[in-house]
């Protein structure tokens, strides 16, 4: 009975409907297929384009969380052959750093803001200390250089608006502090999250390549990332360095501001090749202000001291981590720094390094063996 049933029903199916037959496929020689697929094409192109503009933002602030954590993943390292966990290991780096940035702003930050107060207020005569000079006060007689620049910075330090014009106004000011604020923040929490999680990361990253160049690909990659390392630890040594020195010539000369001069040099170490040149600039403008001679000392000093920084320190340093010709290093700041700024002059030389890495060892014996 219940196959009878089943007959039945199946009986009762109703054919499937007549749609029709297939048709030709497309032709796609056909001028008007392919001005469609080209058109599609660029309008996928410009979107995807103005999609990644429009978050550039973010984008540098988490290829810069890379550089800072691949910077502080060999202290992590050095703590973990130690025997704590990961985990453990970020922790304790975690809490050096703070301490450290703590501690130094707590000594450095109080000052240099006083004298960069003091700097703004003593501006005006500080242009005006510069008609000591008598071929400086013999342009200004003949041309009025002095004057006028006097006359424009007492007008904006008399209505308070030197440093509004700087940032484009009150509301620029507020965007400015925000804006610094959340992205600092941004970058200390993906920071973290990347230095706790970049072995996973990589290990993520390294399932996406072939079984067969997967080691390869591994062990070139860990070792850009170990001369990212120790880039960034020896940069920030080497700027160190710059600033303790700026300091004592600064206290020995009794240049004006020596603490925030100071500071600025630390900042400007930090750009490869290019930050001693702003650096040296402004620490004998300032210097100038109190005499030509200091001036001249003070920029014989900054001259001797990067040469034996750039002799004696910096191989030291860097002697385990890039091994750069001095033109790439030029053309990889000057590129860097032009499309980034600072941000973009701290990474280009790392990515230079690592670019050399990548054509020594798979680019050259390929075209050897060719």
Request: net charge positive; proline share 4%; glycine share 8%.
């Amino acid at each position: 009975m219940a196959i009878t049933k089943r007959i039945k029903k199946a009986a009762k199916v109703k054919a499937p409907e007549d749609l029709g037959s297939l048709g030709e496929p497309l032709d796609r020689s056909h001028p008007f297929y392919f001005g469609f697929l080209v058109a599609a094409g660029g309008v996928c192109s410009i979107t995807l384009l103005r999609a990644l503009a429009s978050a550039s933002q973010v984008f540098v602030l988490i290829v810069v969380s890379l550089f800072l954590a691949a910077g502080l993943d060999p202290a992590v390292k050095f703590f973990q052959r130690r025997g704590l966990t990961r985990g453990l290991a970020v922790g304790a780096i975690v809490a050096i750093v703070l301490a450290v940035v703590g501690i130094f702003a707590a000594v450095a930050i109080p000052p240099a803001i006083n004298q960069a107060n003091s700097l703004i207020k003593n501006a005006p005569q500080l242009v005006s200390d510069l008609k000591h000079n008598s071929f400086l006060n013999n342009l200004n007689t003949h041309y009025g250089i002095i004057d006028s620049l006097q006359k424009k910075i007492s007008a904006s330090v008399k209505n308070g608006q030197l440093v509004m014009n700087a940032f484009g106004g009150v509301i620029g000011v507020g965007k400015a502090v925000v804006s610094g604020a959340i992205s600092a923040l941004t970058i200390l929490v993906l920071t973290l999250y990347f230095l706790a999680s970049l072995p996973k990361v990589t290990q993520v990253g390294y399932r996406l390549v072939p079984a067969s160049r997967r080691e390869r690909v591994a062990k070139l990659s860990d070792a850009i990332i170990f001369r990212i390392g120790a880039f960034v630890g020896g940069q920030a040594t080497v700027a160190f360095f710059a600033g303790i020195f700026a300091l004592i010539l600064g206290l020995s000369l009794r240049i004006p501001y020596a603490t925030a001069l100071a500071m600025l040099v630390f900042l400007c170490g930090l750009i490869p090749l290019i930050g001693h040149l702003l650096g040296i600039t402004v620490v004998t403008i300032i210097a100038f202000t109190k005499s030509p001679l200091t001036a001249l000392i003070a920029f014989i000093c900054y001259l001797v001291y990067v040469q034996i920084e750039n002799y004696l320190i910096m191989p030291r340093i860097m002697r385990k981590s890039l091994s750069l010709p001095g033109l790439v290093t030029i053309i990889a700041a000057l590129v860097g720094t032009s499309l980034l700024g600072l941000v973009g002059g701290i990474l280009a030389v790392p990515m230079a390094a690592a670019v050399l890495l990548i054509m020594d060892e798979v680019v050259y014996p390929r075209a050897d063996q060719s």
